[in-house]
């Protein structure tokens, strides 16, 4: 199992061996979220990925930004929220809101 204090350590020993890596960090909540600020996911090139910013709900649309941001470089900052269409794709349907800030790793 992974635990979430060791996600840095992981992504940077993804890195240490030649992957590409992308780090998400969930940077603020409100009302119904599945984890709390301060949760982490490391996801490398191939979209393996370890840690959690969502339980699952959110985790697809995050691991899709994480492989752009390996590929360009750009960081993004991303928001899930019950007023947004794509919260209910991605399973925030039950309310709360969750901005993750994604960045790759170098």
């Not at 996600?7 to 890596?21: C, D, F, H, Y």
């Not at 990925?49 to 590929?71: D, L, N």
């Amino acid at each position: 199992m992974t635990y979430e204090n060791n996600i840095p350590e992981i992504a940077a020993a993804l890195r240490a061996e030649g992957k590409r890596v992308a780090l998400a960090t969930v940077v603020s909540t409100w009302g119904s979220s599945p984890r709390p600020v301060g949760s982490q996911l490391v996801v490398d090139e191939t979209g393996a990925m370890q840690g959690s910013v969502s339980g699952g709900c959110i985790e697809g649309a995050v691991v899709h930004e994480a492989m752009r941001t390996m590929q360009d470089g750009e960081p993004r900052m991303l928001s899930f929220g019950v007023a947004d269409e794509q919260a209910w794709e991605v399973g925030l349907a039950c309310g709360g809101k969750v901005q993750v800030y994604v960045e790759a790793v170098e």
